[in-house]
């Protein structure tokens, strides 16, 4: 796996995309690595939480720039015939439903170039966040194609209709970090030194709450956001449900109940 490096710490595993040479771009071999990689991670019984980014230096001309996933491999892409770009298009779709279905939750650490399959890529995770320096945009169809990734369904779910249009299709790529906060496609900006800091933060505070319940709220999240209100309440209601045939439940409360200051910091066993 010599272009995705995984790193771990305590609860939390960073997935970092070192695909250098191409700026991070997707091609087949890159997305099935990924796939690798989350099905590694997923293996790690003690991991709760992923941030997944890109190498924080790749080569753009001889010059080394910052990057998260500058798109997809155009020189694969230019090469396809209708049969294997479907194929293409189906084997981004499956990796990027895989890691917004990852049974933990995903932070994406925006480092730089964040363009076309980068969004897209970015989108199925649960959070981003981005440096002062990301710039993103959908320029697909100044290449002659559609987003083939879920940029022109998820994008308008996160910004709404028009914007996403916008941004579709005018095909621009510099829409700023500025930019993807005001518009709701990014949680938060900092400056690109303390933007992994801030990543590790936050998968931290994620990490150390109850790992059977973040798992079953991010499956509510989403299985609720493609239903009707009555069925998505109802499907609450049974996640709600099997959180009390867990040990942390019962030592979660057992703990907030205990009015003992000098009690150790709470620890979860996951399950």
């Known amino acids: 796996m010599s272009d995705i490096v995984i790193e771990k710490k305590e609860h939390v595993a960073v997935v970092k995309i070192e695909h ?62 209708v049969a294997e770009g479907k194929q293409f298009g189906n084997n981004s779709n499956r990796v990027c439903w895989m890691i917004e279905n990852f049974k933990h939750p995903v932070i994406a650490a925006i480092n730089g170039f964040c363009l076309g399959g980068g969004v897209e890529l970015a989108m199925s995770c649960d959070i981003r966040i981005a440096s002062e320096n990301a710039t993103f945009g959908q320029p697909e169809v100044g290449l002659g194609i559609t987003p083939g990734c879920g940029g022109t369904q998820r994008l308008a779910r996160f910004v709404g209709m028009g914007k996403a249009k916008e941004l579709l299709y005018t095909a621009r790529a510099n829409y700023t970090a500025q930019d993807a906060l005001d518009m709701g496609l990014v949680n938060y900006v900092y400056p ?73 910091a709470k620890v979860f066993k996951n399950k």
Do not use: H
């Open 20 to 81: 250098m040479q191409a700026m991070n771009a997707l091609s087949t071999d890159m997305y099935s690595q990924l796939e690798d990689a989350f099905n590694e991670v997923a293996a790690m019984d003690d991991v709760y939480c992923v941030v997944l980014t890109g190498s924080s230096r790749v080569n753009k001309k001889g010059k080394e720039v910052q990057s998260f996933v500058a798109g997809a491999d155009i020189s694969e892409m230019s090469k396809l015939s």
């Open 192 to 264: 690109i030194e303390s933007l992994m800091d801030e990543a590790m933060k936050l998968a931290e505070e994620i990490a150390a709450q109850a790992p059977i319940a973040v798992s079953l709220v991010k499956e509510a999240v989403n299985v609720g956001y493609q239903a009707d209100l009555n069925t998505a309440l109802k499907f609450e209601g049974n996640c709600f449900a099997q959180c009390f045939a867990t040990e942390d439940q019962k030592y979660a409360m057992e703990y907030f109940l205990d009015k003992n200051r000098d009690k150790p």
